[in-house]
């Protein structure tokens, strides 16, 4: 029988899950609030598809079945009978902890509900539920389905059965897991930083320029992208959220302090490819 998955959230993070899933057989209930987030998150989810096919990953066949598994949802109750819920909405804490409780009065008693989140704490977040047990943190990466890793994070709470139930689903959805503990960044983030700090620092000083930074740590350092290429990518907003988000976390350990340069590039709407523009301009890609 298929596992049955409800994605709470349709942007970049949910349609890169549900894409997967879908192709993995599983059947998914795919929410928002929003019907045209939800339909251009299904046009994209195709896009990517139609790609595969095109470079002989998957067949047509196999990306028509995958997209009938698909099922638009804007009804939240819809996901009550889910064998697991992944959230993948706004990296706001109350936003997802109101969520959170709404979740666990709605699902059944079985289902594992799981958070994206990048940065914060998986704890925090099952507080605001009275089966703090089920909850665990299931980090994907973007774009979720080229990328292997998931960190499966444990809560204070989060039973054994919950952690091995939820890896399970990671590696059935074709992914390389690691168990970490629920710690700021948690194993991914928390090494990056350094990666983007330095870069922003060096920027901000005048020692290099954007292209040369990028240049000299993918020739030298064997990376396939460099930081600046990697943040636009991510996006701006996204990115400077998190960094801001471990640094709030670590008492405000100055090895996490947020960059100035980042923040005036995301109160620009300079987002990176999402908005055709970042540390590079993409308006003609």
């Not at 704890?123 to 973007?142: C, D, L, Q, W, Y």
Request: charged letters at 25%; a positive charge; aromatic letters at 6%.
């Amino acid at each position: 029988m298929a596992i049955s998955i409800g994605i709470v959230g349709a942007g970049t993070m949910g349609a890169g899950i549900a894409h997967i899933a879908a192709l993995k057989k599983f059947t998914v209930q795919l929410y928002d609030i929003n019907d045209e987030v939800i339909r251009r998150s299904v046009e994209r989810i195709n896009f990517e598809m139609k790609r595969s096919v095109d470079k002989n990953k998957i067949s047509d066949d196999d990306m028509k079945q995958a997209i009938t598994r698909i099922k638009k949802r804007t009804n939240l109750n819809d996901l009550d009978t889910c064998d697991i819920i992944v959230e993948a909405v706004l990296e706001d804490i109350k936003v997802k902890r109101d969520l959170f409780k709404k979740l666990d009065q709605i699902a059944h008693h079985t289902t594992i509900l799981a958070t994206n989140t990048s940065s914060l704490s998986v704890t925090s977040i099952a507080s605001a539920t009275k089966k703090p047990e089920r909850v665990v943190g299931m980090h994907f990466f973007n774009p979720v389905h080229l990328m292997n890793l998931v960190e499966i994070v444990k809560g204070a709470r989060t039973s054994d059965e919950t952690l091995r139930s939820a890896t399970a689903i990671a590696e059935q959805l074709g992914k390389k897991t690691i168990q970490t503990k629920d710690t700021p960044g948690f194993v991914v983030n928390r090494v990056a930083r350094p990666f983007y700090g330095e870069a922003l620092k060096l920027l901000g000083e005048s020692v290099a320029n954007i292209e040369t930074i990028d240049r000299i740590v993918k020739k030298s350092g064997g990376f396939k992208m460099g930081p600046f290429e990697l943040m636009d990518m991510i996006g701006n907003d996204v990115n400077f959220s998190v960094t801001s988000s471990i640094y709030e976390q670590m008492f405000h350990d100055p090895r996490f302090r947020p960059s100035p340069i980042q923040q005036q590039y995301v109160e620009a709407g300079l987002l990176g490819k999402k908005t055709k523009k970042g540390f590079y301009n993409y308006e003609d890609k």
